[in-house]
């Protein structure tokens, strides 16, 4: 199919910094080279979005959200023989170029190419308009929380059709970064005890992470029993309320026999860092995976480092390899060993957007999902 003319399509807007979304109709223009248009079908609620809205993650509005989408594709710019009309798709909010010195050693996730992609397509442009023919940016290069959307094709990844596209959304973000983080960035081994702080849309997905790489003791901690309740569901051994314990570390070491031999930072939070850093036993490996503002610090006992030979290190997007990684959370899916249905806790139409992200940000969800 070869579009034409532009096509007509509610989205969700950030017009400005701290200011709330509004859903409004742009107009989503046809691939070029090397680009696809994806009908969604489905879009997360991500934390990063709302905080897109709130300048911790400091990008320029105005731009339509979403990031976390599946759909159909509906038309392919020309030389893109990888994608055919009537391909299932989950868009990647890491654009990997298979070219630059990340993505040949084998991390995309680090791609030279993703890091031009803030509000724009690799080259810079961008593929929606307001109604006047205004650009629109695009958050991550994505733009997927909007009926139509147009991307490069190193931004989206093929799925079986017969893959739920509600559920395959959640690959696109939650469900890979919290995955990731235990199986590429930690190598989580069986029999492990691991700690999570943090169960929220990722933290929820590094619990299931864990459960699936055969950890013995996986520990959950958060603030709200609503979360630690699903975070049990999904194979977390124990619970802990943050708000109900004098010292969260004394008690997850306790929980853990001494410690614990990997531990998760799902918040974006440095005292939550060192927190989780704190919680391990020697040898022990703390991965940060939360998105905490440019201006936070973490602060840890130097000397540990070197005695105690403990190590923080940093995930993004769960270190992941997208066309490898997602064909392989899509089989476990299908092996019911990794659960999807139970973290959409709320769908929502796209008009009803704005009460989307206001439960995100009261801490409602474990995933919201705008369904088309």
Do not use: W
């Not at 879009?43 to 979403?66: E, N, Q, W």
């Amino acid at each position: 199919m070869e579009l034409r003319e532009p096509l007509r399509a509610k989205a969700v807007v950030c017009r400005a910094i701290g200011e709330p979304v509004i859903v409004e109709e742009i107009l989503v223009h046809p691939p070029r080279a090397g680009e696809v248009t994806i009908r969604l079908a489905a879009c997360g609620v991500c934390h990063s979005d709302l905080s897109a809205t709130t300048g911790t993650i400091p990008f320029p509005p105005p731009m339509v959200l979403g990031h976390e989408g599946a759909g159909v594709v509906i038309a392919v710019g020309q030389g893109t023989s990888r994608f055919a009309v009537g391909d299932h798709v989950v868009s990647s909010f890491v654009s990997m170029c298979g070219k630059c010195r990340y993505c040949t050693e084998g991390r995309p996730q680090l791609c030279d190419q993703s890091a031009k992609t803030t509000v724009s397509l690799p080259d810079g442009s961008v593929r929606t308009s307001d109604l006047q023919g205004r650009p629109l940016g695009v958050f991550a290069g994505c733009g997927t929380m909007a009926e139509y959307a147009t991307l490069h094709a190193d931004s989206v990844i093929k799925v079986d059709r017969d893959m739920p596209l509600d559920r395959a959304a959640l690959l696109g973000c939650g469900v890979m970064t919290g995955y990731g983080a235990v199986h590429n960035a930690a190598h989580v081994v069986a029999g492990s005890a691991t700690a999570v702080f943090g169960c929220g849309g990722v933290g929820l997905n590094v619990v299931q992470g864990c459960n699936i790489a055969g950890a013995t003791t996986i520990v959950a901690v958060d603030t709200s029993d609503e979360k630690l309740a699903l975070a049990k569901r999904l194979g977390a051994t124990h619970v802990v309320n943050a708000t109900q314990e004098d010292n969260v570390v004394k008690k997850v070491r306790s929980l853990t026999d001494g410690g614990a031999d990997y531990s998760f930072e799902c918040v974006g939070h440095g005292a939550v860092v060192s927190q989780a850093y704190g919680a391990l036993r020697k040898g022990g490996t703390a991965v940060v995976v939360g998105v905490a503002p440019s201006s936070d610090t973490t602060t840890i006992r130097t000397a540990t480092l070197t005695f105690d030979e403990k190590t923080l290190k940093g995930c993004y997007f769960g270190s992941s390899r997208p066309p490898v990684d997602i064909p392989r959370l899509v089989a476990l899916y299908r092996q019911s060993r990794l659960r999807l249905d139970e973290l959409i806790t709320r769908e929502y139409r796209i008009d009803d957007a704005p009460q989307a992200f206001t439960d995100l940000a009261e801490g409602r969800n474990a995933r919201g999902m705008v369904v088309f």
